[in-house]
């Protein structure tokens, strides 16, 4: 920023014109998210206030749901190695990561039965 002379003061001027913008419309018609704020935002009104905003919209938000998720598979192949399919590994990786949804044994054997598909089982009594 010292290396722009002025630059600092024109971003604050857009800034304070930004908000006495939206300080006279009702907060029920005030943009809500960054990629809002970049739509109602005019280019030649406010170019530096529109780059600003187009960088926060495309920056990610949170990575930690993604590293979870990779963190969750690695331990499972970790603990099983290669010697479970594809789809037997996905299911385990979608049970770990999402376990906050309630399932009862009653909805497992629904989903089971009612698969279409026939099946032999052998039970031993």
Not at 19 to 37: F, H, L
Not at 59 to 76: D, G, I, K, M, Y
Not at 104 to 117: E, I, Q
Request: net charge positive; aromatic share 8%.
């Amino acid at each position: 920023m010292d290396d722009l002379p002025g630059f600092k003061d024109t971003v604050e001027a857009e800034y304070d014109l930004w908000i006495s913008k939206w300080t006279s419309v009702e907060p029920s018609s005030r943009p809500s998210t960054s990629t809002d704020a970049l739509i109602s935002c005019d280019k030649t009104l406010y170019p530096n206030l529109y780059q600003l905003l187009k960088i926060l919209a495309i920056l990610p938000v949170s990575t930690a749901s993604a590293e979870r998720s990779f963190s969750t598979l690695r331990r499972l192949k970790t603990y099983l190695r290669n010697s479970t399919s594809e789809n037997r590994l996905v299911g385990l990786a979608l049970l770990n990561i999402h376990r906050n949804i309630c399932t009862t044994d009653n909805m497992v054997l629904d989903k089971f039965a009612n698969s279409g598909r026939a099946r032999r089982l052998k039970l031993v009594i």
